[in-house]
């Protein structure tokens, strides 16, 4: 009986050292993962305008795809990145036909879709934007592996230099989490790129 209490105690021992190892190693793979991760890093796009707004259509780091509407991006932030952009754009230019897909593809499902939804099938949107915005660069103030945050820099004609936040998250793509109305950020004016990684047609 004490031999087989030794031997199941030397297994337990063996499974927790183990385990240990295996978690440590993990642990170092993740830390290396995200040492290796670069948040200031610039993609390397193609810029077109699309409906007017000039916009980053292509890169290593995605869209993949462009049909019906761009998916496919990258699990990095420089993906992320793509992802913000680019949703920010098809959400301000989509006509009547290709929005509900800008709704089911390129955002997350939520209350802030829904609502973001329900208004849009009150418009009608067509042809290209008057004085469009200028995209100027992006930091990233969150990242990890489920989640994102790329605030966005943008120039905007009789108003200036702006920042917005723009909140993605991982699911099977980068996908943008819209807020509710009652949670929507503002826009906030800023005098300079300071911090900002510069990223423009």
């Known amino acids: ?40 890093k610039a993609p390397d796009a193609s810029w077109e305008e699309v409906a007017g707004i000039p916009a980053p259509v292509d890169s290593t780091d995605g869209p993949e795809n462009s049909t019906p509407v761009p998916h496919g991006y990258t699990h990095t932030p420089q993906g992320a990145v793509q992802a913000a952009i680019l949703g920010q754009v098809w959400m301000a230019t989509a006509d009547d036909e290709t929005w509900p ?5 390129m955002t997350a499902p939520g209350q802030g879709r829904d609502q973001w939804a329900q208004g849009r099938s009150l418009i009608t949107v067509s042809g290209e934007v008057d004085n469009p915005p200028q995209f100027k ?10 989640n994102a945050q ?15 936040p723009v909140q993605l998250t991982w699911q ?24 900002f990684t510069p990223f423009e047609a």
């Open 172 to 195: 099977d793509d980068w996908k943008l989490v819209l807020p509710t109305l009652d949670t929507a950020p503002d826009l906030e004016e800023i005098e300079s790129l300071d911090g």
């Open 150 to 164: 790329v605030v966005l820099a943008t120039e905007y004609p009789d108003v200036g230099l702006t920042a917005y």
């Open 1 to 40: 009986m004490k031999k087989t209490l030794i031997a199941i105690a030397m297994a337990t021992g063996l499974c927790v050292i183990t385990a240990c190892s295996s978690a440590e190693e993990e642990q170092s793979v993740e830390t290396q993962a995200e040492e290796s991760v670069d948040l200031a």
């Open 101 to 105: 897909e800008v709704s089911s593809i």
């Open 137 to 146: 660069g992006f930091y990233i103030s969150d990242y990890d592996e489920n």
